[in-house]
């Protein structure tokens, strides 16, 4: 169990933030079938989520050694953070990432890689990390460059709607009730009583995490799934690594039939967009799951706005979509005509 402690200025300092190197790195569980468990979370055992990702991943890697990746992740006791730089602001680019793992300490990655195994033989394959760490580090970025580039960056637009998508839902929780509402359905394994965050972690003994100045950078991801992962090693900001909300529905988004009627009034596209604002969704988040590029659903939208068929509200740097009153009484006749 890791006790949590706020004091007035961390409670100041809850950031979200969304990594894709650190999807990257969580990937390696579903695709492995599995790795060991570790302080940053528990990596037990493979699920069925990612089924038909981690088919077509196998695939494409096959001709890989993802041999050094898999040991960075594979200690029962820690794992290595220097491989997935925790984001300084809310979205962090792949490359800006790669670049943060490279300009890390070289004092600071051996330390990490010797804490990952103290006590046990160190994997050969992590041997150049302490004595050549400038050239193991660039390689391990350019295996990581072309995993990411052959598995994942097709789909990181549609993970990153999802991701974005659940920052809006706690943003939204925070401002109708508070932190206490955030903690209160994060995940079955978080609670929060009397300013302390509790995180049920059967792995770790009895901790307590002061809270200071650096506050808590809540992490969003579909491949941590079902886990929570908790980052308390320094020099990095204390994080807090938890499921997204609905990865279940990522690889098979539901795209709503438009009815005939409402497709030959406005156009299938724009019928499909107005089914699928039954709820606020942002440009990166309807992309992604209509499999329609930004540019031409902003078209859509700028068309079904000047029609009086769709609102739109910001929160705070997000533009969220729904449908208008008249929108929604369009749809309902269609679908009753049907």
Known sequence: MIHARFDTEALTRVRFAISPTLETIAS????????????????????????????????LTDDLDLSVLYALQDSDTYNPDFIHPLPCGPLAEFEDDLCAMLTTPPEQIRAEVRAAYEGQPLPSVLGPFLSDTGAAVADLAALMRIYWERTLAAHWPRIRALLENDVLYRARQIADGGTRRLFADLDPTVSWEDGVLRIDKHECDDDVLDLDERGLLLIPSVFAWPK????????????????????????????????????????????????????PRSTTELAGALGVSRGGISQHLAILDDAGLVSRRRVQRFVLYLRSADGDALVDAATRAA
């Open 28 to 59: 390696l569980r579903p695709l492995s079938g599995g790795l060991g468990c570790h302080r940053n979370g528990d990596l037990e055992g493979p699920d069925g989520v990612h089924e038909q990702w981690v088919e077509q991943a196998r695939g």
């Open 228 to 279: 929570v992962w908790v980052v308390t090693a320094e020099p990095w900001q204390p994080t807090l690594i938890y499921p997204a909300r609905g990865v279940g529905m990522l690889w098979n988004p539901s795209q709503p039939a438009p009815p005939d009627a409402l497709a030959k009034l406005v156009g299938h596209s724009r019928a499909t967009l107005l089914m699928a604002l039954d709820c």
